[in-house]
């Protein structure tokens, strides 16, 4: 025995735990050089410690414990390079995945830190210039209560996540205007996620560039009424046409917070161009 090692000395070595080790002998991925028939005790031979620094370096490199079994069963420098050079395929896809995340995120992060300056604008009012834009939408199915929005919005979720699509951490609806003025606020006609321009769908609604009243509504969703009563009490008094149905970008939700007081939530409509606000309440530009 004095040339082998014990499972617990071999994964002090290794930095693992023995649990570990037996799992991998378990699923014929690390199996010990003896084990001792009176107690069951495991035991590993010095040239086995190559062999789990491979199995180790593979794991890191992300192969899963399946692909690592098969490809030790007998690799070659030809089928290692085959192997390896198909590995750094995956690892670029996960790099402009994992890129395009951090993208997403800190979009997220600088709408986050800009909420405090979102709730002190509330009763604000402004014209701004859009830029053009996308959307992933999905059509609100009647009768357009929030557990039909919620089922829309987890469908244009899972289709993103499906499809690898270029999507925001964001949601939001569209409300028409008629039911708007009507007085039915929360009864959406579609949920959307914005999106960079993809050709990779077809359920893709362009937003185009122009101009856009606004106000930020801070609470839960039921109580957006008196932003909308808002709305159209400035677009009235100051002479502006409603152009379009409305837009709602949720900018912090539940993903972001518990408490329903701190909704925030854009809503805007287009209108005729040309009486824009240089600065949004916000005081960053438009």
Do not use: W
Request: net charge negative; charged share 25%.
């Amino acid at each position: 025995m004095d040339d082998l090692f014990s499972i617990g000395e071999l994964a002090k070595y290794q930095n693992l735990s023995k649990q570990t080790l037996i799992y991998y002998d378990r699923i014929g991925l690390f199996r010990p050089a003896y084990v001792d028939p009176d107690n069951g005790y495991r035991y590993y031979s010095s040239a086995q410690i190559d062999r789990l620094d491979t199995i180790l370096i593979m794991k890191k490199i992300g192969f899963s414990l399946k692909e690592i079994r098969e490809y030790m069963k007998d690799y070659t420098i030809d089928t290692s390079l085959t192997v390896l050079r198909k590995q750094l395929t995956v690892i670029d896809r996960q790099i402009g995945e994992l890129s395009m995340i951090r993208s997403r995120l800190l979009h997220r992060c600088v709408q986050m830190e800009n909420a405090r300056n979102y709730m002190e604008a509330e009763a604000t009012v402004v014209t701004e210039a859009v830029r053009e834009q996308y959307l992933l939408v999905r059509n609100v199915e009647e009768p357009y209560r929030m557990r039909e929005i919620s089922i829309a919005t987890k469908r244009c979720f899972a289709e993103a996540f499906q499809k690898h699509l270029p999507v925001y951490f964001q949601s939001g609806v569209t409300v028409p205007l008629q039911r708007i003025r009507e007085g039915r606020y929360t009864e959406a006609s579609a949920a959307f996620l914005p999106i960079e321009k993809t050709e990779d769908v077809q359920n893709l609604h362009r937003m185009p560039a122009g101009t856009c009243v606004c106000t930020y509504h801070i609470g839960d969703y039921l109580s957006i009424g008196r932003s909308y009563d808002r709305l159209l009490e400035y677009c009235d008094s100051h002479g502006l046409k409603i152009l379009s149905d409305s837009y709602e970008f949720c900018i912090n939700d539940y993903l972001t917070t518990d408490d329903e007081n701190e909704y925030i939530t854009k809503i805007l409509f287009y209108v005729p161009p040309g009486r824009e606000s240089a600065r949004t309440p916000s005081g960053q530009k438009t």
